[in-house]
């Protein structure tokens, strides 16, 4: 794939391929990119940042999952009707 591509473009393809917010789709991101970095060592500083960007994402998620679920789970049971209750009474 890289050797088809642009020089221009060769250092960011680690931050193109980088998807995903768990620990081990940045695992995979290094196993993909590092054997290719003693013929393009340009892609070592972007294939950091990918990585980088991606273990962040993940550790966000970790660190707020328990205030969404918080946020998105009833207060009240559910009305006749099918409908909760807004948090601070009805508006």
Do not use: H, N, Y
């Not at 013929?39 to 998620?61: F, H, K, N, T």
């Amino acid at each position: 794939f890289l050797e088809s591509q642009p020089d221009f473009f060769r250092p960011f393809a680690p931050k193109v391929a980088a998807t995903g917010c768990e620990e081990r789709d940045a695992v995979r991101l290094k196993a993909m990119f590092e054997p290719r970095l003693a013929r393009w060592p340009a892609l070592r500083r972007s294939l950091d940042q990918a990585m980088e960007g991606i273990r962040v994402c993940a550790a966000e998620r970790e660190a707020e999952s328990g205030a969404v679920a918080a946020f998105f789970t009833p207060t009240e049971p559910a009305r006749p009707g099918g409908t909760a209750r807004a948090r601070g009474g009805d508006r």
